[in-house]
T-cell receptor, first 115, second 114 residues
Framework: AQKVTQAQTEISVVEKEDVTLDCVYE???????LFWYKQPPSGELVFLIR????DEQNEISGRYSWNFQKSTSSFNFTITASQVVDSAVYFCALSELDSNYQLIWGAGTKLIIKP | GAGVSQSPSNKVTEKGKDVELRCDPISGHTALYWYRQSLGQGLEFLIYFQGNSAPDKSGLPSDRFSAERTGGSVSTLTIQRTQQEDSAVYLC????????????FGQGTRLTVV
């Protein structure tokens, strides 16, 4: 059965520190997709990235970077030089072919960036 | 509009009353999801629509919950005989296809049952 684990319930760092949010997934399928979403205090979830199982290339977008490692079933998210505006709840999600691409969500990690 | 629109943004209702929550997805998006999010919690899947296919209702918590999607566009989530435990934010999302493309979320409807 597919599963997404975000073991870090809450992380608090001081502004400008780097922070990594962990996402570990379980799937028996070889075709699947992984996502990260951000939910700021306003409440609306914002899409950050999608990665399919055939593309292990890491991604960098400004201060954000993602490390996809199939060997450890992880899709971790790093924010470099964090800012107060990065404070939000971050969700990792998985969908797999065998489950008709039903989205399975992690419990989320609340990130607090202190000024 | 360009994004997913939900209405109302806030709804306070008395226990036992019925409520209807509306979602206008992004034009052209064939997939539509409803989720529920209780305070400080993750996303709980409720129901999924894909084009003209039968909806995936596997997440609906009870028969008091139902949803429809008319004309492949607007969706309405109905909760009958509301209970206090129904209090939550109800989120709607749409996408081009299930689970393979990014979903775009509305701002949610905060439902409070008193």
């Amino acid at each position: 059965a597919q599963k997404v684990t975000q073991a870090q319930t809450e992380i608090s760092v001081v502004e400008k520190e780097d922070v990594t949010l962990d996402c570990v997934y379980e799937t028996r399928d070889t075709t699947y997709y992984l996502f990260w979403y951000k939910q700021p205090p306003s409440g609306e979830l914002v899409f950050l990235i999608r990665r399919n199982s055939f593309d292990e290339q890491n991604e960098i977008s400004g201060r954000y970077s993602w490390n996809f490692q199939k060997s450890t079933s992880s899709f971790n998210f790093t924010i470099t030089a964090s800012q107060v505006v990065d404070s939000a709840v971050y969700f990792c999600a998985l969908s797999e072919l065998d489950s008709n691409y039903q989205l399975i969500w992690g419990a989320g990690t609340k990130l607090i960036i202190k000024p | 509009g360009a994004g997913v629109s939900q209405s109302p943004s806030n709804k306070v209702t008395e226990k036992g009353k019925d409520v209807e929550l509306r979602c206008d997805p992004i034009s052209g998006h064939t997939a539509l999801y409803w989720y529920r999010q209780s305070l400080g919690q993750g996303l709980e899947f409720l129901i999924y629509f894909q084009g003209n296919s039968a909806p995936d209702k596997s997440g609906l918590p009870s028969d008091r919950f139902s949803a429809e999607r008319t004309g492949g566009s607007v969706s309405t989530l109905t909760i009958q005989r509301t209970q206090q435990e129904d209090s939550a934010v109800y989120l709607c999302a749409s996408s081009l296809g299930r689970g393979r493309t990014e979903a775009f979320f509305g701002q949610g409807t905060r439902l409070t049952v008193v």
